[in-house]
């Protein structure tokens, strides 16, 4: 996984609540066998017409917006499906921080396995950061990881941001879980063979 | 440790391998699901890294969001469809796990056959890349969706990291009324505490009105957990769940069975056991419900009206009401009833076990009326075992007979990933889970009912309390 200490560039408004995974990335999208590629899919029933055109109102089809690499939303971002196409399609297009009043879990959990911040802060918050997105004709704003604040293009006070800081170290690392976890094959081991005394039927599936 | 402790507290406590020191828990996994579309890329990622599945014993994989249900005969006829079905198949060879493939008698969606196998047993944890693995909670099993990442760790591991989430408790209070089903039981819910409401939190579902459901339903209350922002929902198991499980192919037999069953009766929440946020309903308040927007907290009576958002206060709901009706179609104060509808879809890991065909048969039957013309109504069994014992019971007929199709298993319609979807401005009345913008198809309009009101819409043409054709 790549890892996440600071991030630069635009960042892009986009005022929906409730925002669910069918939106983000919609399921005929889901038959890939791979995780690249799928940056032309992201918001596809908002970004594009019937027709495959570019819709000219969605905000990613509007400079500088198209080079957005954070996106400010609404809250309960990413409600639904557990779908991982989510982040991955988020992370072909560019964006790799998203700010919002919430996230359903899943969603959440997903981002930060993929290499993508997702950053929860008070509704004012988010509407002031908003507004400066929107109103900023180049909003640069800066994600620093390491120092977890977010610096605005209007130089007014950098916003903190709170985040775990088990899921921190491992994004400042770009760590692999799965190694991690390989470390503490004992424990499972350990766990198993008990388990396996106490509850024999978990382990003599039949059929 | 000590102290009354909830149903969830005992699972939790029960499957923790280790803790770090920010209380991050690494958590044992008993049962994992595999389906083809979360699971190729987390395959991939074991190759490349020269890893095997930790138990092959403990995963089960069957195809269900690609497969046709339609004539099987000739195979996937869309090609990436087949290519991420024909995937799966090499993975579960080549990483050695069972697989219900399409031409299985017992294929089906994945959260249908978990439970019909014994598959899915109480006290344990389950996982899938799939958001209503919280339907397995109806058997007291702590089951909850998780991304192409997370199936590629448990595979691996056959652990996951997890931090312990909070706790709530909905108590169904009362009787149902006449008419009155799961459904409407967990679409009330929704519609109360909202589709965040359930975030970070684990909900147990208990009260009279659960105790009193079938299996089935109890799944479709655990099934749309996830519609209210829980990952996961539970229902304390009880002389039902045993019933339900005993003689299942994959559940324990004999001695093991006796052991087993001692132990679940000791998972039902402590008296007195301490909860993060409660939570009562009064289902005799509960009618027939149905969704006017596009997210599964908009509901309201079937007898009730379209809202307005004029007369909502908050800036950002209103307009995303005004969103939602715009693409909807529908204007506000129309009543429910009247609302035409083009498609009605009785299928999902909601509503697509027995039970749910049952009840859709009856009000059929019961009404003596056909499909009202010009409707397309489908219905998809939830595996292959359900469409076998609903012929031997008849209902293939009654369906039949009045104008329905009926189908092959698989999740079809709710997420439209095969070929049945809805075109651009058609409108369902479906048993599904999810009415969100596009998920039955670019353009489509979904209204969520239970499989009673998708049969009464179905006979009608248009949105129908289902009370009138059984009166």
Known sequence: MQPFRKLTGIAAPLPLVNVDTDQIIPAKWLKTIRRTGLGRGLFESLRFREDGSENPDF?????????????????????????????????????RCVIAPSFADIFHNNCFKNGILPIVLPQETVDALMEEAEQTAEPVFTVDLETQTIHRPSGNAP????????????????????????????????????????????????? | MSGPRTLFDKIWDSHVVDVQEDGTCLLYIDRHLVHEVTSPQAFEGLRQAGRRVRRPDATLAVPDHNVPTTDRARGIPDETSRIQVETLRRNCAEFGITLFDMDDPRQGIV???????????????????????STHGAFGALAFGIGTSEVEHVLATQTLLQKRPRTMRIRVEGELGFGVTAKDVI????????????????????????????????????????????????????????????????APKGLAWEQAVAYWRTLPSDPGARYDREVAIDASELEPLVTWGTSPQDVVPVTGRVPDPARERDEKRRAAMERALAYMGLEPGTPMEEIRIDTVFIGSCTNARIEDLRLAA??????????????????????????????????????????????????????????????????????????????????GRTHLVSPAMAAAAALTGRLTDVRKLLA
């Open chain 2, 187 to 250: 679409l009330g819910i929704i519609g109360r505490i909202g589709t965040a409401g359930g975030t970070g939190h684990v909900i147990e579902y208990a009260g009279p009105v659960i105790e009193a459901l079938s299996m089935e339903g109890r799944m479709t209350v655990c099934n749309m957990s996830i519609e209210a922002g829980a990952r996961a929902g539970l229902v304390a198991p009880d002389e039902k769940t045993f019933a339900y499980l005993r003689g299942r192919p994959m």
């Open chain 2, 362 to 443: 009856e009000v059929v039957r019961r009404s003596g009326r056909r499909v009202a013309s010009g409707v397309r109504a489908l219905v998809v069994p939830g595996s292959g075992l359900v469409k076998r014992q609903a012929e031997e019971e008849g209902l293939d007929r009654v369906f039949r007979e009045a104008g329905f199709e009926w189908r092959e298993p698989g999740c079809s319609m709710c997420l439209a990933m095969n070929n049945d979807r809805l075109a651009p401005g058609e409108r369902c009345a479906s048993t599904s889970n999810r009415n969100f913008e596009g998920r039955q198809g670019k353009g």
């Open chain 1, 159 to 207: 916003v903190r941001f709170e985040v775990d800081p088990f899921k921190r170290h491992c994004l400042l690392a770009g760590l692999d879980d799965i190694g991690l976890t390989l470390q503490r094959l004992a424990k499972i081991e350990a766990f198993e063979t008990r388990q396996r005394l106490e509850q024999p039927w978990l382990w003599q599936r039949a059929g």
């Open chain 2, 111 to 133: 959260h249908v056959i978990g439970p019909e196998e014994g598959f899915t047993l109480p006290g344990t944890t389950i996982v899938c890349g799939d958001s209503h693995t």
């Open chain 1, 59 to 95: 905000v990613l089809n509007r400079e500088p917006y198209r080079r957005a690499v954070i996106l400010i939303t609404g809250e309960n971002f990413g409600c639904g499906s557990s779908r991982e196409h989510a982040p991955w399609a988020l992370l072909d297009f560019g964006i």
